[in-house]
């Protein structure tokens, strides 16, 4: 006899004025038992406050975390079912993907996502990676991943002051408490990176305030890699300097690293073609001057309680499946 399917939340933040929630369609066409599965949307205009209301309201003893534009296959919830027979496993995730009709520019801006030289492990974020592994908390995101409701309740559920990385402290706090986190390669949603350049240069920074941000919070070894963009605008900053003092030999990193970028750009041709990989060596150098400085920013900023924030209610709705 089969195990009994566990019942599941599909919980899906959105903004108030949103009328047309994309994820929504992909979760109502769901290959799962109607009486075993909650989609509820959450409206309001801080995610973080957002899905901790709908974890506290959820039915299920699983919530599928969504984003409103992810898209997710019919056979997602099956999939992720089979990795939690193991009840140390309290998080399964996977890629979201850039879908293969998105204009040109997105795919440009996922193949960059996608690099190893933009985004280190992160990069099984924005492409499948390997095969089923147990994984931390820098392979995984929020817009693609299901989780035992009980275990996130039992740590409080996510920081509100955190946004973005929110997912990531808890995932960490998670681990802390013996929890095993999975990357199935497998397990993709499709959702189209940011539309214009001005919001991938947005997304970019974000990116690296909301990691320093995590890292004031909830500082681990594992974010020691995330200094590296931040140490490399130092030395860009400083580099008149260091030749001035130095001579040309303060040039030498400079060079290896564009010789990195060079390597990554042929890498981008053969897997995205040679307009599409010309187009993203610009932008893995932006990406980590952007991320860097974003980073120095959110050393510095000021979090901000829930209730200190611009927050309107969340209301909570249930959808049909």
């Known amino acids: 006899m089969s195990d009994p399917l566990p019942s599941v939340t599909v919980l899906i933040p959105t903004r108030p004025?949103?009328?047309?929630?994309?994820?929504?369609?992909?979760?109502?066409?769901?290959?799962?038992?109607?009486?075993?599965?909650?989609?509820?949307?959450?409206?309001?205009?801080?995610?973080?406050v957002q899905r901790n209301a709908g974890m506290r309201a959820a039915r299920g003893e699983l919530i599928c975390f969504l984003d409103d534009d992810s898209v997710a296959r019919p056979d997602h919830l099956r999939r992720a079912m089979a990795h939690f027979r193991d009840p140390a496993v309290k998080v399964v995730g996977g890629p979201n993907v850039c879908p293969p009709a998105a204009p040109e520019l997105e795919q440009v801006f996922a193949l960059v996502l996608s690099s190893w030289l933009a985004f280190g492990p992160s990069r099984a974020r924005y492409t499948p990676?390997?095969?089923?592994?147990?994984?931390?908390?820098?392979?995984?995101i929020l817009c693609n991943l299901v989780a035992r409701r009980a275990a996130l309740?039992?740590?409080?559920?996510?920081?509100e002051a955190l946004y973005?990385?929110?997912?990531?402290?808890?995932?960490?706090?998670?681990?802390?408490?013996?929890?095993?986190?999975?990357?199935?390669?497998?397990?993709?949603?499709?959702?189209?990176?940011?539309r214009t350049l001005g919001a991938f240069v947005r997304m970019l920074r974000t990116y690296g305030r909301g990691r320093a941000e995590q890292f004031r919070?909830?500082?681990?070894?594992?974010?020691?890699?995330?200094?590296?963009?931040?140490?490399?605008?130092?030395?860009?900053?400083?580099?008149?300097?260091?030749?001035?003092f130095g001579g040309k030999l303060a040039l030498v990193p400079l060079a290896l690293y564009f010789l990195a970028v060079l390597f990554?750009?042929?890498e981008h041709m053969a897997r995205g073609g040679f307009f599409r990989g010309l187009c993203a060596l610009p932008l893995i150098v932006l990406t980590h001057v952007l991320y860097g400085f974003g980073f120095w920013h959110g050393l510095f900023t000021k979090l901000k309680a829930p209730d200190q924030r611009l927050t309107i209610p969340v209301k909570l709705e249930t959808i049909a499946k």
């Open 129 to 140: 990676v390997g095969a089923v592994r147990a994984t931390g908390e820098k392979e995984l």
């Open 264 to 266: 990554q750009a042929f």
């Open 153 to 159: 309740l039992e740590c409080g559920g996510f920081n």
């Open 17 to 48: 004025d949103l009328v047309a929630v994309f994820a929504v369609a992909g979760a109502r066409a769901l290959d799962y038992p109607s009486d075993k599965i909650e989609i509820l949307v959450a409206r309001g205009t801080q995610p973080s």
């Open 217 to 244: 919070e909830t500082p681990t070894f594992g974010s020691a890699l995330n200094f590296v963009p931040p140490g490399f605008l130092v030395y860009l900053v400083a580099l008149p300097g260091l030749v001035a």
């Open 164 to 194: 973005p990385n929110e997912e990531n402290a808890l995932m960490d706090e998670l681990q802390k408490r013996g929890g095993k986190l999975l990357y199935d390669p497998e397990l993709v949603v499709f959702r189209r990176p940011r």
